[in-house]
């Protein structure tokens, strides 16, 4: 019988045919030593990844319409699936390390609260006035998700590849260039991320360690620009026949047809290069494209009374998890389905404050409207 040794020598040989830029194995750097398998080290993360708690709640979670009536508009589980679908092509391509891409893509966006980006604002704006002025921003909680609350608050040790792209995937700032910024260590990890704590600014800053980290976070906005469109269409939000013409003559006015575009002009212009980059004609619509989409989709896909109604939610159920710890109140669900399951590390080492913060960032749609129904 084969032993595991022999099965893993084989699939580290694979990696050879990687290029010369591409992230390998030997380069995987963990916080925390762990017994090997067979699985290569970012292989190992896809399935730390994808058999934990906050990945399964993707699948309730708002990629941009809320609670919508059609059961074919994505959500936060189809964003991502997306997004790891058009960064393992490039990577492929490009002979870059496709398994890493896939951690980076199926993980980077479960620090994502209720009602997406809206949601977030709220929260953030809730963080800073209650939480010693820390911000809150999705790609930060995903980092910490995986190193502080998943596995009842025991770290997950994903691999610093992997978080470092977690942290610097952010889709929302388009590039026609992305070089990655390499040699890094944990504590330029943890540097980085508490200076976007104080300084969400600095987020804007941020830059993969990785030509994979780089891959995905291209791919993010792959994964959402043509898709959204559909989405806004498929519900009338909107005509797509009313796409700019730049938009297209050079993407297209389907999702495959957009998806296809930019990934085909990455791979043309990245190829054999130490970043990642597309043509100035693609780059120029993608953007167009972007703004478009904002004026079009996101400004109206929450209307003001629903932006009424998720806030008072949200800051509501602050305020109640925040008095049932201030008075120790052990029958509320903060306690029965949060904190008495986490790690008396966990409890001691975190304010209240970040409690209700990671408690309510975590939730589903769903879940955080039947506590608002429960305690309003």
Known sequence: ??????????????????????CKSKDA?????????????????????????CYTRYMAKTQVFTNPLNDHISTRMTHVQYVAKAAR????????????CEAIALGHDVG??????????????????????????????????????????????LTL???????CHNGEFLQEKYAPQRNKTFETLNKEYNECLQDESAIKRLTPMTLEGCVVRVSDVIGYIGKDIDDANRLGVFNKNTLPEIVK???GTENAQIMDSIIT???KNSWGKDYISMSPEVFEAVNVLKDFNYENIYHKAISEEQREKYTKTIETLFSVYSRALDQK?????????FLDKMSKDYIQNTSDAQKVIDYISGMTDNYLEREYEKYK
């Open 329 to 337: 109140d052990l029958t509320n669900d903060i306690y029965r389905t």
């Open 112 to 157: 994502h609260t209720p009602y997406g980006h809206f949601g977030e604002r709220v929260l953030n704006k809730i963080s800073k006035m209650y939480n010693d002025g820390k911000c809150f921003a999705h790609n930060l909680n995903s980092v910490r998700v995986f190193r502080v609350i998943e596995r009842k608050g025991e770290s997950v040790n």
């Open 249 to 251: 003559k050079n993407l």
């Open 89 to 100: 092509t490039i990577a492929r391509a490009l002979s870059l390390n496709e398994d890493l």
């Open 161 to 167: 590849q992997v978080l470092d792209g977690f942290m």
């Open 265 to 267: 002009d990455i791979i």
């Open 29 to 53: 750097i963990r916080e925390f030593s762990q017994d090997e398998d067979y699985r290569t080290e970012f292989a190992r993360d896809v399935d730390k990844i994808i058999h934990s708690s």
């Open 1 to 22: 019988m084969v032993n595991d040794n022999k099965i893993k020598k084989k699939m580290l040989e694979s990696e050879k045919l990687l290029c010369k830029f591409a």
